[in-house]
């Protein structure tokens, strides 16, 4: 059985730092995506970043360069380092993980979407101040 725990949300205010992380469990697959996602009251669900089992990145517009997604396999856990944060980054933040159909999987608008991830966490809310 897969498990996905987050933490490491809050409050902070605008400018602020923020890391989530997301410990799995019960994971076994080679060849794998993560990824963050986060979905605000009233909004659509909204990819944020994915990481391949080869280390390939995606980020969305909205964050590119204020997020950093890394993951430590010894430790199966998936990390976001979030920085300079805004008001509009405000949501529940959920980590995700499937398996890789094949390599550049986890960048494709299929996985980026969600639809993709097959294992879901409950979610951190994050709050930032203005």
């Known amino acids: 059985q897969v498990q996905l725990v987050e933490s490491g949300g809050g409050s902070v205010q605008a400018g602020g730092s923020l890391r989530l992380s997301c410990a799995a469990s019960g994971y076994t697959y080679t060849r794998y995506c993560m990824g963050w996602f986060r979905q605000a009251p009233g909004k659509e669900r909204e990819g944020i970043s994915t990481?391949?089992?080869?280390?390939?990145?995606r980020y969305a517009d909205s964050v590119k360069g204020r997020f950093t997604i890394s993951q430590d396999n010894a430790k199966n856990t998936l990390y976001l380092q979030m920085n300079s944060l805004k008001p509009e980054d405000t949501a529940m933040y959920y980590c995700?993980?499937?398996?890789?159909?094949?390599?550049?999987?986890?960048?494709?608008?299929?996985?980026?979407?969600?639809?993709?991830?097959?294992?879901w966490g409950q979610g951190t809310q994050v709050t930032v101040s203005s």
């Open positions: 990481i391949e089992n080869n280390g390939r990145t």
């Open positions: 995700a993980a499937g398996p890789s159909a094949f390599p550049g999987y986890c960048s494709g608008g299929y996985a980026f979407s969600g639809d993709g991830f097959r294992y």
